[in-house]
Structures are given as structure tokens and as C-alpha cells.
């Protein structure tokens, strides 16, 4: 009814809200680490393997951060649980777990790397020579 599609609306509102919160985080990461990206890039590694480790660091924050959420999720779910059945009214548990559930951390790291693929190039494109150069 129209309660799931509110509840749906909203779970896309918070999604693009991590999406970009992934994306701000990540684009910091790279200019506050701009000279140890050089560093490694002056030490051999390949542009390819600096952008990949962006990419790589916004699907660990993507996985721990859904399976934290699920976590919690299911924690609260069962308290309020034992709050309503203290009081004899709807009988909610946390422990059942939804085949649906198992697109979350997909979904999550489907938004994490979209989110990184800005900060990726930018890494990638980061010029050693211009990051030294400077003080």
C-alpha cells in the first residue's frame, strides 16, 4: 500500500544519501592523501593499482557498513519485539531473516563503487612529479 511505498521512497532517499556520503568521504580521503598516493606511485605502483585501491577501500566501507546496519537492524527489531510482547500486542522478532536481505550488501557495494569512481580517477591521474614539487 501506499506505507511500503513511502517506506521505499525513503529507503532511496537514504541511499543516495550514503551514496554521496561515500563519495565526499572518499574524495577528502584522496586529496588529504594526495603526497602518500605519489609516494606510491614513485615506488612502483601502477596507476591502475592506486585507483584500484580507492575502489577496494569504498567496497570494505560498503560491506562493513551493511552488515552493521543488517546487525542492528535485526538487534532493534528484537527489542521492539520484547517491548510488544511485554505488553501483549504484535509479535515481532528479530531473528527471521529475508532472502531479500542478501541484495543489501550487493546494493551496497553497487552504490560504493559508483561513489568511487570519481575519487578512482583522480587517484589514477595523480601527477608524481606536481606532488612532489611542492611544499
Same mark, same amino acid.
Given at each position: 500500500g501506499v506505507g511500503a511505498d513511502v517506506l521505499r521512497a525513503f529507503g532511496g532517499v537514504l541511499l543516495?544519501?550514503?551514496a554521496l556520503s561515500v563519495f565526499?568521504? /572518499?574524495?577528502?580521503a584522496v586529496r588529504e592523501r594526495r603526497a602518500d598516493l605519489a609516494m606510491l606511485r614513485m615506488?612502483?605502483?601502477?596507476? %591502475?593499482?592506486?585507483?584500484?585501491l580507492v575502489l577496494w577501500e569504498a567496497l570494505w566501507l560498503a560491506a562493513m557498513a551493511s552488515a552493521l546496519?543488517?546487525? /542492528?537492524?535485526h538487534a532493534l527489531a528484537q527489542a521492539l519485539g520484547w517491548a510488544l510482547q511485554a505488553q501483549g500486542l504484535l509479535p515481532v522478532t %528479530?531473528?527471521?531473516?529475508?532472502p531479500a536481505e542478501a541484495g543489501v550488501p550487493l546494493l551496497a557495494a553497487g552504490v560504493a563503487g559508483l561513489a568511487a569512481l570519481l575519487p578512482a580517477m583522480q587517484a589514477y591521474r595523480t601527477d608524481v612529479a606536481d606532488l612532489l614539487s611542492q611544499p
Open positions: 543516495a544519501v550514503a565526499i568521504a /572518499l574524495w577528502n615506488l612502483g605502483a601502477p596507476p %591502475g593499482r592506486v585507483a584500484g546496519g543488517l546487525l /542492528l537492524g %528479530g531473528w527471521v531473516w529475508l
